[in-house]
């Protein structure tokens, strides 16, 4: 089975701190997401990777970053968060096969809160 | 942006009786997914069916896809109170990445 695994299910961090969200996978999948889901927004792409040291933009990727410095690590950063970043973050990882995408497995999630 | 747009936003039905939920989409697409998620965790992939294809089946699934009208559906028969979930149509246009509806929310009522 494959597995992607989240740093933390619940984080709360003050605004203006830099904030750090780890997602690992064991496929050796090349393919790796980060989404944000607001309620009623559905699932927002951030920023994924198709590659180590590859990144591309999402549709918001304003107030984040990333880094994938190894193939079953991908992280997201938080620069100086804003109570408008709250919200649950999910990662998720796919095989590749040329440009089209294969089914995501996706982490459990983290529940970040900003005050 | 987001690319499906799933219909209704939310279902509530009774056990036994079969739901129905519907996506369109606004590009051309190399396939479309659907996935379910139970309340506060994450997606679990459902179902694939590709631009070429018509019409799929996975046990108490069948999903349909009109390229024509740019629209998808997914039928759950025979629902169960286990199929309680948000369900997401997601896109993928052969850029390497997926686009998600904002789901319907299905309520199945023992």
């Known amino acids: 089975d494959v597995k992607v695994t989240q740093s933390s299910r619940y984080l709360v961090k003050r605004t203006g701190e830099k904030v750090f969200l780890e997602c690992v996978q064991d496929m050796d999948h090349e393919n790796m997401f980060w989404y944000r889901q607001d309620p009623g927004l559905g699932l927002r792409l951030i920023y994924f990777s198709y590659d180590v040291k590859m990144k591309e933009k999402g549709d918001i990727p304003e107030g984040y970053s990333v880094s994938r410095e190894k193939k079953e690590r991908f992280s997201l950063i938080l620069e100086s968060a804003s109570t408008n970043q709250t919200s649950m973050y999910l990662c998720?990882?796919?095989?590749?096969?040329?440009?089209?995408?294969?089914?995501?497995?996706f982490g459990p999630g983290t529940r970040l809160t900003v005050t | 942006s987001q690319q499906g747009e799933e219909d209704p936003q939310a279902l509530s039905i009774q056990e036994g009786e079969n739901a129905t939920m519907n996506c369109s989409y606004k590009?051309?697409?190399?396939?479309l997914q659907w996935y379910r998620q139970n309340s506060g965790r994450g997606l679990v992939h459902l179902i694939l069916?590709?631009?070429?294809?018509r019409e799929k089946h996975s046990g108490r699934l069948r999903v349909t896809l009109d390229t024509s009208k740019k629209s998808s559906s997914l039928l759950i028969t025979a629902s169960r109170a286990a199929d309680t979930a948000s369900y997401f149509c997601a896109t993928d246009a052969g850029l390497g990445d997926m686009r998600f509806g904002a789901g319907t929310r299905l309520t199945v009522k023992p």
């Open positions: 998720a990882s796919s095989k590749e096969k040329g440009l089209a995408s294969y089914e995501q497995y």
């Open positions: 069916i590709r631009s070429n294809e």
């Open positions: 590009t051309s697409i190399n396939n």
